[in-house]
């Protein structure tokens, strides 16, 4: 990819965050107007701004908390400081924060609401599994999100995800009082707006997913080759996302499903029909897309 491509796919890639996030926002409202008509979708855009409030400014708090992370200090790990520092500088952008994740399995993601107020955090297990030249690969691409502002979208899509399903407790408490049955003269609207808010507290899970979806895989395709370029091996990547898959398939995680999106892999990864709704795209394809960059730069794959 040309300098002025990858300057115009970043462009491009800024109008998806925004035109991502507003969509995430009307999904919101619409379930919110379904559920409980104009004051459904009052209580949804007061939800969705809230929500969105706390995403940008406590972003980096509220996930990296959930997981129990600390932050490491330099005199810990000055290796580890080292080695973003030096990519930070490569991708010419502020040393994100460095956290520690106390799980097993191997893993790592990034958070904040952009490059200057933004986290790495790498779980145990990746510390032990991979080598530094696969490390380097990793951080990368974790910088990669946090340079692209891919964190921020990311985030915004976990809390909205997180308010549909409080609408959809909300349905369930107004179907269980029979508060949808706002005219009880007119029993054919109440019986059909019933039978709109138990079909609306079935699809609830399946909408979350395609949120999830929505997080676009070539965003993680885009960061796997900004990272690649950043550390300047393709292939020592590519050996940490095949390590990654082999442990996280043998290695369970207690992972909110809203957040899986956020980890450089699947931490839920499974196979069958969870493969064609995973928030990622198939390792497989992630690891030749990365051995055809590395060709380009005259690095031999693995």
């Given amino acids: 990819m040309s300098e002025r491509e990858f300057l115009r796919f970043g462009d491009e890639l800024d109008v998806k965050n925004c035109n991502t996030s507003r969509s995430f926002n009307g999904l919101l409202m619409a379930i919110g ?27 980096d708090k509220i996930v ?56 790495v ?37 976990a809390t909205i995800a997180g308010a549909i399903g409080f609408l959809a407790n909300m349905a369930q408490w107004a ?13 054919g609207g109440g019986f059909a707006e019933m039978i709109g808010a138990i079909l609306m507290i079935i699809i609830v899970p399946i909408i979350a997913t395609i949120v999830q979806l929505a997080i676009s895989r070539s965003r993680e395709y885009f960061a796997d080759e900004t ?6 091996c393709p292939v020592a990547l590519a050996r940490a996302l095949k390590k990654i898959e082999e442990y996280v398939m043998q290695v369970p995680a207690n992972v909110n499903p809203g957040t899986a999106h ?21 390792t497989e394809k992630r690891i030749q897309r990365l051995c055809e960059l590395a060709r380009k730069m005259g690095q031999e794959c693995i």
């Fill in 227 to 232: 990272g690649a370029k950043i550390c300047g």
């Fill in 262 to 282: 956020l980890f450089i892999e699947n931490p839920l990864k499974g196979g069958g029909i969870m493969e064609l709704l995973s928030t990622h795209p198939s």
């Fill in 64 to 119: 990296l908390s959930m997981y129990g992370a600390r932050e490491i200090p330099y005199e810990e790990a000055p290796w580890l400081h080292q080695i973003v520092e030096e990519l930070a500088r490569r991708a010419n952008m502020p040393k994100p924060k460095i956290y520690l994740v106390p799980m097993e399995q191997p893993n790592a993601f990034a958070t904040g609401r952009g490059p200057g107020h933004a986290a």
């Fill in 33 to 59: 107007g379904i559920i409980g008509g104009t004051a459904g979708m009052l209580i949804a855009l007061i939800i969705a701004g809230f929500m969105n409030f706390m995403s940008y400014w406590f972003s």
């Fill in 121 to 157: 955090a790498v779980t145990r297990g990746i510390l032990e599994i991979l080598d530094q030249e696969e490390l380097k690969g990793v951080l990368a691409h974790e910088l990669a999100h946090i340079k692209n502002r891919d964190v921020l979208v990311a985030t915004i899509a």
């Fill in 175 to 187: 179907l269980f009082f029979g508060g949808l049955n706002r005219n009880e003269e007119e029993e």
